[in-house]
């Protein structure tokens, strides 16, 4: 699963990929500074593998992991090429969620491509160019589905009511996945996959702050959003555990990979035993055959039953066997919803 960083030149975005990945990248004070997108990968923080690993004396533990992809910056008129525009959205296409970054510091001595610090503004820019292309792609799309209905084609009038409904909460200024849509119907599960539109991503702003008290506007704290202090996130790279505690500096990453784990709907399940103490990523709402399939597409078909105990109940037993003996092991059946946490041992 893959996460874009995107937002202005020279707002932090490169900075904020270093700080995450430990990956040497430019982050030089110009803007298109990146080009081609840096990707990364960035393990999910999750306190409960070490536990695991201890009581199980695990050789080894590992950890989930989502991907982050740092993405060219935007400019006013991308949407018709302005900047690296087309190169831009064709990446942003490409990716499962957004994360935005945003610059709320001041500092005279870093360019900010429109000469001012504004974030709503800014903001404003980087959705409207994304709605512009988004509009762009729904106009290709009902012309064919106009043609389709007056064939009478099965499924094209549903289609083109989805369509409509996302069409004109677009052309309010409105990013798709504010639209209000049954996720279950059919029409609407297939014009969206069709549609890939960028704005039907799951949005999360990441306010580029100097200092953690830094005040924002009440309309900017509405927005899913983390706060983050970029420059310190960069320059606690370069420091020992010891002088970052000397110095009372606490990094808020592992804040913002687990907002970015949640917003793609993501959780986890874990496995545990001397080899390996491991946590598997599935969407949330899987079945246990469905969840399975994380470790090996097998599992779905072969799948019989499901023992699960959550992680802290097996940690509080001691063990699988003393779980099982005091009752807190549960069997699972097919239709068996994973929970995040869940400690599981496939039947098959």
């Not at 969620?97 to 491509?113: E, T």
Request: charged share 30%; with cysteine; hydrophobic share 40%.
């Amino acid at each position: 699963m893959k996460i874009g960083i995107v937002g202005l030149p020279n707002v932090g975005k490169s900075t904020l990929f270093k700080a995450l990945t430990k990956t040497q990248v430019d982050i030089n004070n110009y803007p298109f500074c990146t080009i081609e997108p840096n990707v990364g990968i960035v393990k999910v923080p999750d306190d409960r593998l070490s536990k695991l690993a201890e009581m199980s004396k695990s050789e080894k533990f590992i950890p989930a992991v989502v991907e982050f992809v740092d993405i060219a910056g935007i400019v006013k008129g991308a949407s018709t090429g302005e900047g690296l525009g087309n190169k831009f959205l064709s990446n942003i296409r490409e990716v499962d969620a957004i994360c935005q970054v945003v610059r709320v510091f001041n500092n005279s001595n870093i360019i900010h491509v429109n000469s001012k610090i504004d974030p709503a503004s800014d903001i404003e820019t980087i959705n409207t160019e994304l709605i512009l292309a988004d509009l762009e792609t729904i106009g290709k799309v009902k012309i064919r589905l106009e043609k389709e209905m007056r064939g009478n084609k099965k499924g094209a009038t549903e289609q083109l009511a989805v369509l409509n409904k996302i069409k004109e909460n677009l052309e309010a200024g409105k990013v798709a996945n504010s639209t209000s849509l049954d996720i279950e119907d059919e029409a609407t599960k297939i014009i969206v996959r069709e549609l890939s539109l960028l704005t039907m991503k799951p949005f999360l702003y990441v306010y580029n702050i100097s200092g953690m008290n830094e005040k924002l506007p009440e309309d900017l704290e509405e927005l899913p959003h983390v706060k983050l202090d970029i420059k310190i996130e960069e320059e606690l790279i370069e420091m020992s555990k010891e002088e970052a505690e000397e110095l009372e500096i606490k990094s808020n990453l592992d804040e913002l990979i687990i907002e970015a784990y949640k917003l793609l709907g993501l959780i986890t399940f874990l496995t545990t035993g001397k080899d390996e103490t491991r946590a598997w990523t599935i969407k949330k709402g899987w079945t246990a055959p469905l969840a399975g399939t994380a470790i090996h597409n097998d599992f779905k078909d072969k799948f019989i039953r499901a023992e699960v105990i959550n992680w802290q109940k097996l940690l509080d037993a001691g063990s699988w066997s003393k779980a099982k003996d005091l009752g807190t092991l549960r069997l699972e059946g097919k239709e068996y919803v994973v929970a995040d946490g869940d400690v599981i041992e496939f039947k098959i």
